[in-house]
């Protein structure tokens, strides 16, 4: 019989969970100190901002939504991008992310990174990227690759 990590979890005493917690909270704290990320790389690629919402109505009636998108940009500078090398990806506006069948900027996007021409992707959420393990597995894969 096997037991799902949900229904296991539940069967564990507050106090362990809560040890499980700080050990694993542990590990990521060790493993962050030994993550170098050079930036000067980075920076000598595009940093992107992925806009999107899921309908034509959402385009319209979640106007701070977007305002909170289209600031990412402003953040992309603070991190180091010159203005020149921030793009914008709004084409995408009003599709879902239930795939990237009929979203051709995002499908572009993946293929920018797998040419190592994006060293940064900016997204107000992760929904905003992608909605399935299926579209988001193989970008974070290019991006491991890539050193993005």
Not at 117 to 125: F, K
């Amino acid at each position: 019989m096997s037991l799902d990590p949900a229904d296991l979890w539940s069967t564990l005493t507050p106090a362990l969970r809560r040890q499980i917690v700080e050990d694993v909270a542990a590990i990521l704290a060790e493993i962050s100190h030994e993550v170098r990320v050079d930036h000067t790389s980075h920076l000598a690629r595009k940093a992107v901002v992925y806009i999107r919402q899921s309908t034509p109505h959402q385009v319209v009636s979640n106007q701070e939504s977007l305002r909170l998108q289209y600031a990412l940009r402003q953040r992309a500078r603070e991190l180091g991008w010159r203005e020149a090398a921030i793009d914008v990806i709004d084409a995408d506006l009003g599709l879902s992310a239930a795939s990237i069948a009929q979203r051709n900027r995002f499908k572009e996007l993946v293929g920018r990174v797998g040419l190592s021409e994006v060293g940064l992707i900016l997204s107000i959420d992760v929904t905003r990227l992608v909605r399935n393990c299926t579209d988001w597995y193989p970008l974070l894969d290019i991006l491991v690759y890539v050193g993005a």
